[in-house]
T-cell receptor, first 115, second 109 residues
Framework: DAGVTQSPTHLIKTRGQHVTLRCSPI?????VSWYQQVLGQGPQFIFQYYEKEERGRGNFPDRFSARQFPNYSSELNVNALLLGDSALYLC??????????????FGEGSWLTVV | AQRVTQPEKLLSVFKGAPVELKCNYS??????LFWYVQYSRQRLQLLLR??SRESIKGFTADLNKGETSFHLKKPFAQEEDSAMYYC???????????FGKGTSLLVTP
């Protein structure tokens, strides 16, 4: 039974470049969220999508964008990369949007290094 | 504003000793609180949530609204408990999990 899958697992980009990270949720899950985890910190919420619509956004600049496709997979895009964008990017999926008892499952993440 | 505080970055205990990982939160409403765990080379996974009031792998956590705390406890630590533990809060009207900075638990023989 496949969990949340993310690609790529590791990548290195140069300042100013653009990056696209991909996520496939658990089969049947319609909600996908993205988190950024900087070394030594807890994950920080970036976006949540449900049924292909953005339902929540964290305190991140407009350089960060995302979308969800009809098959519920998702992409996170970051433009004009800065050194501070270096982090582990986690995707999480859940069956429901938000309710008590709704379990959120995390992927293994994509390690982004900006040089 | 930081909603979840985990005051200990690292906690080291001997096998068989009791362990308590502290978590304090700031939120005026009725939050949902969770403990997530990340074992070495594994993904972040849910350990327990306060609404379930269950014990997982011997761990329990009680929500104390008066002290705004949700400490994680286990009476007898095992070496396999060594991991990174994150306390997280979900606002009752929100979608996001607000994580603390995490506590690294090391259980030594």
């Amino acid at each position: 039974d496949a969990g949340v899958t993310q690609s790529p697992t590791h990548l290195i980009k140069t300042r100013g470049q653009h990056v696209t990270l991909r996520c496939s949720p658990i089969s049947g899950h319609k909600s996908v969220s993205w988190y950024q985890q900087v070394l030594g910190q807890g994950p920080q919420f970036i976006f949540q999508y449900y049924e292909k619509e953005e339902r929540g956004r964290g305190n991140f600049p407009d350089r960060f964008s995302a979308r969800q496709f009809p098959n519920y997979s998702s992409e996170l895009n970051v433009n004009a990369l800065l050194l501070g964008d270096s982090a582990l990017y986690l995707c999480a999926s859940s069956l429901l949007l938000s309710s008590s008892g709704n379990t959120i499952y995390f992927g293994e993440g994509s390690w982004l290094t900006v040089v | 504003a930081q909603r979840v505080t985990q005051p200990e970055k690292l906690l080291s205990v001997f096998k068989g000793a009791p362990v308590e990982l502290k978590c304090n939160y700031s939120y005026s409403g009725s939050p949902e609180l969770f403990w997530y765990v990340q074992y070495s080379r594994q993904r972040l996974q849910l350990l327990l949530r306060h609404i379930s009031r269950e014990s997982i792998k011997g761990f329990t956590a009680d929500l104390n609204k008066g002290e705004t705390s949700f400490h994680l406890k286990k009476p007898f630590a095992q070496e396999e408990d060594s991991a990174m533990y994150y306390c997280a809060l979900k606002e009752n009207s929100g979608y996001a999990l607000n994580f603390g900075k995490g506590t690294s638990l090391l259980v030594t023989p």
